[in-house]
């Protein structure tokens, strides 16, 4: 009894996962919103001394209002961008903030990374194009994370090109 079996291929695949960057940790916000809501309810509780107690409604008001606008922002950030490069395909996957994921694949031999700057004030837009469709990518990184991202996109579908298999 002879066994055959055939060696078992990896693929080189290179896999980028995008985030937005989200500058206040954690940590940070409980420390920022703690001294917010010290000092709106300092100058609350001084108002209300001198008579004028509407006025520490407001600061409260003024405090959830931080807060939301916090919470909101910090929702945002959850969406990333998943990049799978390998040789076979290229695989876009977007996930909402929401949790909605969206996956486009595409094919490696097709695409083409292209870094434009479009707005007058210089900022760039990271775009795939193929076969006459374009998907774009990144809208959350800054101008510098967008170019360093194009750079290290192309040389990843280059090296896919190159070693795929026929």
């Excluded at 694949?105 to 193929?130: F, K």
């Amino acid at each position: 009894m002879t066994e055959s079996s055939s060696p078992v291929q990896a693929t080189p695949q290179t896999q980028f996962i995008l985030h937005p960057h989200r500058s206040l940790s954690p940590r940070g916000f409980l420390i920022l919103m703690s001294g917010i809501g010290i000092v709106s309810f300092i100058a609350g509780v001084a108002f209300w001394l001198i008579g004028a107690w509407p006025v520490m409604g407001f600061f409260g008001l003024d405090v959830l209002l931080v807060y939301w606008a916090f919470k909101a922002n910090y929702r945002s950030g959850r969406a990333y961008e998943v990049v799978d490069v390998t040789p076979a395909v290229l695989t876009l996957t977007r996930v909402s903030a929401k949790g909605r994921s969206e996956k486009i694949e595409i094919n490696p031999y097709w695409a083409r990374v292209q870094l434009a700057t479009d707005h007058p004030d210089g900022r760039t837009s990271l775009r795939i194009v193929a076969q006459g469709r374009t998907w774009l990518l990144g809208q959350f990184l800054n101008d510098d994370e967008r170019t360093e991202f194009a750079e290290a996109l192309r040389e990843a579908l280059q090296r896919a090109r190159l070693t795929a298999q026929f």
